[in-house]
Structure formats: C-alpha cells, structure tokens
C-alpha cells in the first residue's frame, strides 16, 4: 500500500522528545545496582544452543557532526584508537571466560563513531580474536557503520577478506547548504565512490542512513537528497528525524535553532521522502527504515520475523545482545547491562581485569508483556495484547487500563481498538511512538525523559 501524501501530525504533544523505543524500558530506567558482577551471573547462565549478537562500539571520528547524538571522540591519531582496540580486545576475552563454552554468533556489528576509520591491520587483528573467542555461524551477518569520507580501499579489502556482507553508509543529507549547517561536508562523487568500493570488494548489501528535520532544510532539499539515494540502490534506508536536545549533547548547541524546520514542516519533509522512496520501490518498514522486496528486513516483516533492538530494526532473531566497548549497551536472557559511558572509566575498569558494566536493568514480567506490545507496534503497527498478555499470564484488564493515551489516540482517529487488537492507521504511522508511549508505564513518573529522546 503507498503511503498517503497527506501530512498527518498527531493531536499530542509533538513537540516532546519521545524514546525511539529500541528497547523497553528504556536507559533512563537503567540503574547502578545492576553491575559487573550481576552481568557475570547472567553471562555464566548464558545458554548457549541460542545463537547471539555482538556489537562493538568504536567511539571515534575525524570531526564532530553538530548533529550527533551519540558519544564518540573526535581524534586525528591512530594511536588513541589503537590503544583503546587493546582495551576492547581485552574486554572480548573477559566476557568469553564468564561462559563454559564459545557461544555461537549469527551476527556482528560494529557501530561508532566510525568504526572504518580504524587501522585495516587492527580490524583485522579485532576479527581474528571474534573468531577465536566465539564460533561464528556460516553465513553469520557482519556489518560496518562506513563514513565515506574517511573510508579507504585499504578497509575496504580488510573488509572483503573478513566476510563483511552488509554495511551502513552515513550520508544524511546531499545538500551542501545543510551539510555546512551540521559540519559533516561530503560530496555526491564521495559516496558513491564508497559504494563502489564496498560493492566491488564483495559488501553487496548496503544501508543509507538519511535524516529530515535538520537545519536549512527544505521538502525540496529532502527529495534531491533521496533522489540522488536512490539512484545509487541501497538495499535499504533509514530516514530519521533529528532530534534536537542541545541541554543532553553540547555539539548540538553549534546548531543554529532558527534554522531548524517546525513541527508540520518536518511531518512534510518525512512524507515527502517517504512517498518519493515508495514510488520507487521500497516498502516501508515500522517507523522509519525501507528496504527493497528482496531485502531482510522487507522478507522479515512479511514472514513475521521482524525485531527491534538497540540497533533499530533486525531481521535476525538473536535474543542475547553481547555489548563491547565503552557505552556499548547489550541484553541477556534477564535483562539490560551498559558499559561505562566514557572511555577513561571503561580503560579502567577493563586494565583492572573486571568486566566495564556501570548500569543496568533487570526485567519484570510486566516489562515483559509491555516491551513485546511496544515491539510488535514499532514492527507491524499492531499489536495483539489479548495473545501477549495470555502467553505471559498477565492481566490484560491492568495493562489496558493503565494505558490512558489510547482513549485520546482512538479520539483522534490514530489507532483502532477492537477484541484485544491495537492497530495504528496506516496514514497515522507518523504518530507510532506516541503510540508506543502510551504503554510505557515509566514515562510519566520522569518528565525528564522527554528532553532525552533516549532508546
């Protein structure tokens, strides 16, 4: 079904920094009384018929994008980058001992920062050691986060001859006068020469990450910018909205506010773009990803395999999410863990031999049946509650009920309420995380999450 032209901006406040809903609950519920050592209990009760996901946080760029939400390092030395790979390689062997034998990985993923700007010879090194530690499956994903303007064809062969078959290219936007807006200049003949390379060294499966909502941007500017995206034909594409929280991340206040486009300007920018990728022929899947028929995550949503995590959006269907390097988040069977946010204490904790973990969650039944309803709502834009709440054994009464949003949003037309079923209208999907919210029972108790936006 085409998404509708018509631009939908929802009667809530839109204006609030609502989580992306990654994961539930969300980091601002994470606490200290969930450490190292409890995170070494769950690893060493860590089943291991269950393949899992490893993801490594290299937290270090050239120059800071004014835009970023995301804590990294600004470093024009390899040896900074080189010295915190030995912590994280440290890190790899202190969590493979906490479990009795080497757990099977189905995929990888390296995440930054810019995880290419690292020495070919040291991502080398860094995969040789994955292998070592943990039995990679045959076919195990293995993806990259790629800015082009750094990406070199020495990476790009290490890439090849490691396996690597998915990466994610960091565009943003095409337009100069936005890009000198956000600091992060990188021309068209930039990307596509890192496309090139990445296709012609055997990484066939490329992602574009685009954003709307940023400064100096027009619905003009956004529909050049996905234009010129697809006629390079990713597989898929992310198209988020920025999120402007300068009291959270200081780059953000080199951003100038009175160039950032309001409320109905950026719900016309994210139709625009939406509708200009759809008529070319990709789906749209959940909130804010669209994929090529033939892609996973367009194969996942149709079989019903379609997840959320961390990372956003998954076809794969690894529950334990291992979390390497400073702030890398992960998940076992019992719930969330983060490691140490700045790289000072990460260093430490690591060079001491304990495990780097600083905060964490531990699941409630309830958080149980929320996280499963807020997912299958970010994923299909549905969700059965009646089947969640039976196959948890939980009131289904309490939850509803305890979700007062929904009487507002059903008011206004945003979702259907029918037997136990919740839907979302199709040309509402702008108002998903609203949606969303209404079943996350901490976001009222801390207003302060709002100006987060966190996962």
């Known amino acids: 079904m085409r998404a509708p032209s018509s631009i939908f901006v929802p009667n809530t406040n839109s204006g609030a920094q609502l989580p992306w809903y990654t994961i539930y609950p969300t980091i601002q519920e994470f606490s200290p009384e969930i450490g190292a050592h409890t995170y070494e209990q769950w690893l060493r009760s860590q089943g291991t018929d269950d393949a899992v996901s490893l993801y490594l946080h290299i937290p270090f760029c050239r120059s800071m994008c ?19 790979l030995a912590m994280l390689r440290e890190e790899i062997r202190l969590v493979a001992e906490q479990v009795p034998q080497a757990l099977s990985v189905g995929d990888v993923h390296f995440g930054g920062g810019s995880p290419t700007i690292m020495p070919s010879a040291d991502f080398l090194s860094l995969m040789e050691l994955l292998r070592g530690r943990f039995a990679l499956e045959r076919g195990a994903t293995i993806a990259i986060e790629v800015d082009p303007r750094t990406f070199t064809t020495d990476m790009a062969e290490a890439l090849e001859r490691e396996g690597v078959n998915r990466a994610s290219v960091g565009v943003q936007s095409f337009d100069p006068v936005v890009q000198k807006a956000i600091n992060r200049i990188q021309s068209e003949a930039q990307v596509m020469t890192a496309v090139e390379n990445l296709r012609l060294y055997g990484v066939r499966r490329i992602n574009f990450d685009l954003m709307f ?11 050049e910018s996905a234009m010129l995206a697809i006629a390079m034909r990713p597989d898929r594409l992310a198209v988020f909205g920025y999120s402007h929280v300068p009291s959270f991340r200081k780059n953000q206040r080199l951003i100038d506010t009175a160039a950032l486009p309001d409320i109905a300007a950026r719900a016309e920018q994210a139709s625009a773009m939406a509708d200009t990728l759809v008529a070319a022929g990709y789906l749209q899947i959940g909130l804010d990803h669209f994929a090529l028929p033939d892609d996973e995550l367009a194969i996942a949503q149709r079989a019903g395999r ?4 961390s990372l956003g959006y998954s076809a794969e269907t690894c529950p334990t999410v291992i979390g390497l390097g400073a702030s ?11 490691n140490d946010l700045t790289q000072t204490c990460y260093n430490r904790h690591i060079a001491s031999g304990r495990l780097a973990t600083s905060r964490g969650y531990r699941l409630t039944t309830e958080d149980r049946v929320r996280a499963a309803i807020i997912e ?9 509650i009646s089947a969640i709440c039976t196959a948890q054994g939980f009131d289904q009464t309490h939850l509803v009920s305890s979700a007062k949003q929904l009487e507002i949003l059903a008011e206004d037309g945003i979702v259907e309420f029918d037997n136990g079923l919740v839907r979302v209208r199709y040309e509402c999907r702008s108002a998903l995380r609203h949606v969303a919210a209404a079943f996350d029972a901490y976001l009222g108790r801390q207003p302060s999450r709002l100006a987060n936006g966190g996962p």
Not at 328 to 338: E, H, L, P, S, T
Not at 376 to 384: I, T, V
């Open 66 to 84: 004014w835009y970023c939400g995301f804590p990294t390092s600004i470093t024009r030395r390899d040896t900074l980058i080189t010295d915190y």
């Open 213 to 223: 909502g940023l400064p100096n941007q027009t619905v003009q500017s956004c529909l």
């Open 306 to 309: 379609l997840r959320r995590n």
């Open 328 to 338: 890398a988040i992960g998940r076992c069977g019992d719930g969330y863990v983060q």
């Open 376 to 384: 299958q709502l970010m994923c299909y834009l549905e969700a059965d």
